[in-house]
């Protein structure tokens, strides 16, 4: 016997020894002569002992890389697996005769692994499987994040080789409630004079401020649009003069809301959009014009993702656009108007039913503006005659808020439609009383606001 063979025989025997510590591990198989073998599972990096009814004479191992063989006695075989893979172990007997082949299984050691599964995410019901060279997960988990927490610590042990059967249990659908509420508000005041002067053939010996004083005319003449306006005329022998005064104040007060619901599955992108789609001429590099269309109005996209328990990961995108008449380029032929814009994109994390302002806007321009004719305008009293002061002051305030539901389907019959709630009139209701809505319990409610639940119940 060589040397190596009696080192490789006495690492063999070390190997038993330690397996026989931990029986977990420790596996036997019978060959009995002319019965056919059943399969030797070996775990990767793991020993497993194989004992022969008959002498043997002569074993051979059909790939040495997947799994090593030593003998222990004539009857006793030591198989320790390499790396995960199946082949073939062959007994031969004194007379050369075939005692039985083998099937050699070496799978990875999911022992370990099921042992770090239960520490790491207690009480999961999460079965572990070998398949050939990999693993298998299957069953059912609370949350997509203990699930990917599995993934990862599955292929720590068999990299790229998992295979994932589980199921996520729990609600999975999110209802995102989504609300605009923006408030305008603007106040402008105007002061102003002006004085013009003519002699006595009419001519215009001088004028300041906001009006016209035309040769030979014996009126006052002032610009179209010009509002809060008074004007008187007088005479100093020859000299004729025109006083003009100027006074208005003007407020304005807008309420915009917008309340957005849209549901996706939890890991998939959900997108909505309430408004229509502005044409956009565009060249087409060959003097040429072709039309984009833009969208406006109110539009959300958001992927959700449940993670553990009821908390919910959003990453959002919401905007409300709408077309501004007041901001226009082009020419004569064709007028291109521009779009007011307000837009938040963010990824926030909350729990069920709970809210989150996202965005936030404060807003507050000021403009103070005074035009006078030189040195007249400084004169103390009367130079209030030939000046003029302009305020405004515009103001805004903008907040975005968010809630998350987790929800589940319901029946269809449980679910109340707005068009539920309006009767429509007869003929003669129409046409003699001028109802709009038909008369009775359908069209009272028809005469409330359309907001109510519908689509889902919230848990």
């Not at 596996?27 to 793991?46: D, F, H, I, K, T």
């Not at 060279?133 to 068999?158: E, F, H, Q």
């Amino acid at each position: 016997m060589s040397m190596g063979y009696l080192c490789r025989a006495g690492l063999a025997a070390l190997a038993l020894a330690t397996t026989a510590m931990t029986p977990v591990f420790a596996q036997q198989l019978r060959v009995m002569e002319g019965s056919v073998s059943n399969a030797l599972n070996v775990p990767m990096n793991r020993a497993v002992v194989v004992e022969s009814e008959t002498p043997f004479a002569e074993l051979s191992i059909a790939n040495p890389g997947i799994a090593d063989i030593s003998t222990l006695s004539d009857r006793s075989i030591y198989v320790l697996g390499k790396a995960p893979g199946r082949t073939t172990l062959t007994l031969l007997g004194p007379d050369g005769k075939l005692i039985s082949n083998v099937d050699v299984h070496v799978t990875p050691d999911v022992a370990e692994f099921k042992e770090r599964l239960r520490q790491i995410l207690p009480g999961e019901n999460i079965e572990v499987r070998t398949a050939n060279d990999g693993i298998v997960l299957s069953g059912t988990v609370s949350s997509i994040a203990k699930l990917d927490r599995a993934l990862d610590l599955a292929n720590r042990y068999a990299p790229d080789r998992v295979s994932n059967l589980m199921n996520v249990g729990g609600t999975q659908q999110v209802m995102l409630k989504v609300r605009f509420a923006e408030m305008q508000r603007s106040v402008a005041k105007t002061l102003g004079s002006s004085v013009g002067f003519r002699n006595g053939s009419g001519s215009v010996a001088g004028s300041s401020g906001n009006f016209i004083l035309e040769p030979g005319a014996t009126d006052v003449t002032v610009p179209s649009g010009t509002q809060g306006v008074l004007g008187f005329s007088g005479s100093l022998g020859a000299l004729q003069f025109d006083v003009l005064l100027a006074a208005l104040e003007s407020k304005g007060m807008v309420r915009t809301l917008a309340e957005p619901n849209l549901t996706a599955l939890s890991g998939q992108e959900a997108k909505f959009l309430a408004g229509g789609e502005y044409p956009i001429p565009v060249d087409d590099g060959e003097d040429g014009l072709t039309v984009e269309y833009k969208p406006f109005g109110v539009e959300l996209n958001f992927t959700p993702v449940v993670v553990d328990g009821n908390g919910i990961n959003l990453t959002i995108n919401a905007a409300v656009s709408a077309i501004d008449n007041t901001v226009t380029f082009g020419n004569n032929d064709l007028q291109i108007a521009a779009f007011k814009r307000r837009e938040t994109s963010t990824t926030v994390e909350m729990r069920d039913g709970e809210s989150f302002a996202i965005a936030g806007l404060l807003q507050d321009d000021f403009r103070n503006l005074k035009g006078q004719v030189p040195w007249l305008g400084d004169i103390p009293i009367l130079g209030a005659l030939f000046r003029s002061a302009e305020y405004q002051r515009s103001q805004s305030e903008l907040v975005i808020i968010v809630t998350p539901h987790l929800v589940t389907p319901t029946r269809g019959e449980a679910l109340a439609l707005p068009t539920d709630r309006v009767k429509l009139p007869s003929e003669q209701e129409l046409f003699l009383f001028g109802r709009v809505t038909g008369k009775g319990a359908v069209g009272e409610v028809a005469r409330q606001d359309f907001s109510g639940s519908y689509g889902y119940v919230m848990e």
